[in-house]
Nanobody, 122 residues
Framework: VQLQASGGGLVQAGGSLRVTCAAS????????MSWLRQAPGKEREFVAA????????YNVDAVKGRFTISRDNVRNTVSLQMNSLQPEDTAVYYC????????????????WGQGTQVTVSS
């Protein structure tokens, strides 16, 4: 599986952005898809995940109900809609695929996208 993230950019605080990850390969549906982010000088952190059937998991402390993850198993895409963005959301956002929910929970990802920069100005 190859992952290609897009949709990042510069937005003012309070604004919205949608980042999307396009996956190649016929086994996209087998993977739990996640978004993670890494801010300058900080460790990479989990943001959200979605299983093939649509069940979702969020880092509640990080997103506070502002972000929504979704996937399209026909188009092989996973998206993260980000609303009410704040400067602390500034980071490189990565999509990643894990073969199982257990691996996802352990932070073991099998494939990574290249990352897309999201910058929120105050």
């Amino acid at each position: 599986v190859q992952l290609q993230a897009s949709g990042g950019g510069l937005v003012q605080a309070g604004g919205s952005l949608r980042v999307t990850c396009a996956a190649s390969g016929r086994t996209f549906g087998n993977y739990v898809m996640s978004w993670l982010r890494q801010a300058p000088g900080k460790e990479r952190e989990f943001v959200a995940a979605i299983a093939w059937g649509g069940s979702t998991t969020y880092n509640v402390d990080a997103v506070k109900g502002r972000f929504t993850i979704s996937r399209d198993n026909v188009r092989n895409t996973v998206s993260l809609q980000m609303n009410s963005l704040q400067p602390e959301d500034t980071a490189v956002y990565y999509c990643a695929a894990a073969r199982s929910e257990n691996r996802r929970r352990l932070g073991i990802y099998d494939y990574w996208g290249q990352g897309t920069q999201v910058t929120v100005s105050s």
